[in-house]
C-alpha cells in the first residue's frame, strides 16, 4: 500500500487533521503535483508491483489536473482510490462517475454534525448519492462522546456502500491536532460496539483503520463484530505517504521521522523496510505502559496501537550531575 | 575538583510500568532499566544533586551511604561505558 499525496491544499479545516505537520511543510507555491512528477509515481507503483493508485491530500480532487491525474493512472491500468471529502468540483466528480465501478473507490469522510455545516453535508450526500456504490463512508472518532448514528441515516439516503470506515483521530508528533487520548479508547470501544448494533440491523457493516489495539474491546465486543462482518485489526505499519514533491514519509502523523527522496528504484518493499528498520527501537514500546509486556504484542498479533501515540511518551531529561572527579574515573 | 556525567543528546526514555526503556535515536540503539538502576535513573531525572542522590538510593535501597554512593558510581560508569552517558565537557 501507498498513498500519493498530490495536493497539499484542503477545503475543510479539521481539528483532528494529522496531515497538519506535513501540510505545513510542503504547501506553499507548490501546492499540487506536476505531471511528471505523478508519471514518477506511477514508475514506482509498477515496479512495486501495486495495482491501485490511492490519491490523497489536502483534498486530492481540488488538483485542477485532477481528470488528468486520474486519466495517467487508468493508462496504467490502476484502480483508482480517492480519499476525499466530498466537495469536489463537478469535473472531478464526472471524471470519478466516467471509471467502472470496479476501478473506482472513494473513501468519503464525513466530520460529526458539530464540525459539519448543513450545507456541507448536504453537499456530500449530493457526491455520495452520484457516486453510489463508488463510495463508501469514513469517520474519525476526534472525541469520545461523538454520535455516529446520524452516517446510518446518510447510506440510506445516499444508496452508497453499506459499510463504514472507523478511524481514531491520532496524534501528529508535534501534537497539534486534536486525538484520542490511551485512557478513552475504553469508553470509544463501547461506543463504536452499540454503533454496531444500530449499524448490523440495517445491515451495515464497519470496518477500521490502524490504530486500534485490542485490549480496548473485550472478548464479547470483539465476537460480536466479527459476527457481524467488521473488518478489524490491531495494526501500525508504514503506510508508505509520499507526497507531491517525492517526499516520503512512514505515515502522516510520523511526518518528523526521516521522510527520504524517492528514486527511480524505490520500491514499496525497500522503503517499507527502511522505514521499519528506523521506528524499530520504538515499536518495543506501546501506548500503554504494560503493551511491553503483552502477549498478544509478543507474538505479533497487536502492534502496540499507532506508533505516534507511542513516540510521544518518550522524553528526553536534560540532567547532568557533578560527582567528585576520583568518583568519576 | 568536581566532574561529572550528563545525558547523551540523543536519548529518550519512557516508562513501562517498572521497567524503563531508552533508545538512542541517533544511534540506532535501545537499552531496557530495570530494578536499582531504573530507580536511580528517575532519581538522575529528577534533577537531584549528587549528594541527595546518594541520599535517597541509600534510603530506597535500603543501603548505608558509602554503598549507595559506590553502587551509584556503578551505574553512571556502566551507562558511561555503554554510551547513555556522556562526560561533562565532552561534547554531545
Known amino acids: 500500500m501507498t498513498n500519493l499525496a498530490i495536493s497539499t491544499v484542503c477545503n475543510l479545516n479539521c481539528p483532528y487533521c494529522f496531515a497538519g505537520d506535513h501540510m505545513g511543510e510542503v504547501g506553499g507555491e507548490q501546492p499540487y503535483i506536476s505531471r511528471e512528477t505523478f508519471a514518477q509515481q506511477l514508475d514506482y507503483l509498477d515496479r512495486s508491483g501495486i495495482d491501485e493508485a490511492r490519491l490523497l491530500g489536502g483534498e486530492p480532487t481540488l488538483h485542477p489536473e485532477f481528470p488528468a491525474l486520474v486519466a495517467m493512472a487508468r493508462q496504467r491500468n490502476k484502480r483508482i482510490v480517492v480519499f476525499s471529502n466530498g466537495l469536489m468540483r463537478p469535473a472531478a466528480l464526472d471524471c470519478l462517475m466516467a471509471l467502472p465501478e470496479t476501478h473506482c473507490h472513494v473513501m468519503l469522510n464525513i466530520n460529526a454534525p458539530a464540525l459539519n455545516p448543513a450545507p456541507v453535508l448536504t453537499r456530500q450526500k449530493a457526491t455520495l448519492k452520484r457516486l453510489g456504490q463508488r463510495a463508501m463512508v469514513g469517520f474519525n472518532i476526534y472525541q469520545p462522546n461523538i454520535g455516529m448514528d446520524f452516517l446510518l441515516d446518510v447510506i440510506d439516503e445516499t444508496a452508497c456502500q453499506r459499510r463504514v470506515r472507523l478511524g481514531m483521530a491520532q496524534p501528529c508528533l508535534s501534537g497539534e491536532n486534536d486525538s484520542i487520548r490511551p485512557h478513552q479508547y475504553r469508553f470509544i470501544a463501547e461506543k463504536i460496539v452499540a454503533f454496531a448494533r444500530k449499524a448490523a440491523a440495517r445491515q451495515i457493516t464497519l470496518e477500521f483503520d490502524c490504530g486500534f489495539v485490542r485490549c480496548m474491546f473485550t472478548d464479547d465486543e470483539l465476537a460480536f463484530l466479527e459476527a457481524n462482518g467488521s473488518t478489524i485489526g490491531w495494526h501500525c505499519n508504514p503506510i508508505l505517504d509520499i507526497d507531491a514533491h517525492n517526499q516520503v514519509i512512514h505515515c502522516y502523523p510520523l511526518t518528523g521521522v526521516g521522510a527520504i527522496n524517492l528514486d527511480a528504484t524505490s520500491t514499496a518493499t525497500t522503503l517499507r523496510a527502511h522505514f521499519s528498520e528506523q521506528v524499530a527501537m520504538y515499536r518495543q514500546a506501546g501506548i500503554f505502559p504494560e503493551c511491553i509486556n503483552c502477549p498478544l504484542k509478543q507474538r505479533g498479533e497487536c502492534t502496540g496501537g499507532c506508533l505516534a501515540v507511542t513516540m510521544r511518551r518518550f522524553r528526553h531529561s536534560d540532567f547532568a550531575i557533578q560527582v567528585a572527579e576520583q568518583e568519576a574515573q | ?92
Do not use: P
Open chain 2, 1 to 92: 575538583m568536581k566532574a561529572g556525567y550528563c545525558c547523551i543528546g540523543g536519548i529518550l526514555w519512557v516508562k513501562n510500568g517498572d521497567t524503563l526503556l531508552l533508545v538512542d535515536d541517533t544511534q540506532r540503539r535501545s537499552w531496557t532499566l530495570r530494578g536499582d538502576e531504573a530507580i536511580a535513573w528517575e532519581l538522575l531525572c529528577t534533577g537531584y544533586r549528587y549528594e541527595k542522590l546518594v541520599r535517597q538510593l541509600s534510603l530506597i535501597l535500603a543501603l548505608d551511604e558509602t554503598a549507595a554512593r559506590e553502587h551509584l558510581q556503578a551505574m553512571l560508569h556502566t551507562w558511561h561505558q555503554k554510551g547513555i552517558l556522556q562526560q561533562n565537557g565532552a561534547g554531545s
